[in-house]
């Protein structure tokens, strides 16, 4: 249904795309034999971008309110190159989107080989970038988090000892501040849930490009799915 039928009769366009969500969520395996055609990428390119800037919002506003609060801290320098370190962990969640598309998506393509070598990558990463949708909800949580610790941050002097000037360290120091609130490390744990619920999406959709039984699928599917779970888990315990 395009923008025309969606303009026309946006009630059937929204009901829609709700049924074809929750299809993807709830029953994968009859969204890719129903939903999904073999023409382009465009969709599934966008649904990647947009799941990385969902969750760049709420870093980039928590970033917003940490530079704000810290320019009453005079002992804390935020210099050009201190804030380019920060600006890159505002971007983390929409790089690290394409990131998990690849590893998704060539992860369980490269250990599929170990049972057959029927299927392409195209079909592979097409397919891959729908397993995604959990990510974009993981990165709505985060969101939602990030938001949450801003409205009650209260950055304190004696927060921050620092015993460098190294861009990175300082700019770790500073985004720890947000990162360490016990609400986003909620939610970056969290993220492990919605690792293994993309991993399960992710198994339909290897199963028919390398045509494996449902067990091999999720075998294959099982391998990126533990590694980026393992990296969740790092993450929440270093945040700590």
């Keep these: 249904m395009g923008v025309s039928n969606a303009v026309r009769d946006p009630g059937s366009y929204i009901s829609r795309t709700l049924g074809l969500y929750r299809t993807l969520l709830t029953d994968p395996e009859t969204f890719y034999e129903e939903y999904i055609g073999s023409r ?21 506003l928590m970033l917003q309110e940490l530079l704000l609060q810290l320019e009453t801290i005079d002992a804390v320098v935020v210099n050009d ?5 920060l600006q890159q962990r505002v971007v983390e969640p929409l790089i690290g989107a394409f990131i998990l598309w690849i590893w998704y998506g060539f992860g369980m393509y490269a250990v599929g080989w170990l049972y057959t070598t029927v ?19 993981a990165n709505l949580v985060h969101t939602v988090a990030m938001v949450v ?3 009650g941050l209260d950055v304190q002097p004696d927060d921050l ?29 969290l993220g492990a849930v919605f690792a293994v619920w ?11 490009v390398r045509d494996l039984t449902m067990d091999e699928a999720y075998k294959v599917a099982a ?10 888990v790092y993450s929440t315990v270093t945040a700590i």
């Design 40 to 60: 382009g990428i465009k969709s599934e390119f966008a649904l990647v971008l947009v799941t990385g800037l969902v969750g760049l919002i709420g870093n980039y």
């Design 81 to 85: 190159d201190v804030n380019f370190q």
């Design 119 to 137: 299927g392409t990558t195209y079909v592979t990463m097409k397919r891959m970038a729908w397993a995604l949708f959990p990510i974009l909800i």
């Design 149 to 151: 610790a801003y409205n």
């Design 161 to 189: 000892d620092l015993q460098t000037r190294i861009a990175d360290q300082v700019a770790a120091a500073i985004w720890s501040l947000a990162s360490g609130e016990i609400v986003v490390v909620a939610a970056t744990a």
């Design 198 to 208: 993309a991993g399960y999406i992710g198994a339909h959709a290897i199963k028919d």
């Design 223 to 232: 391998v990126p799915t533990a590694g980026y779970v393992l990296y969740i």
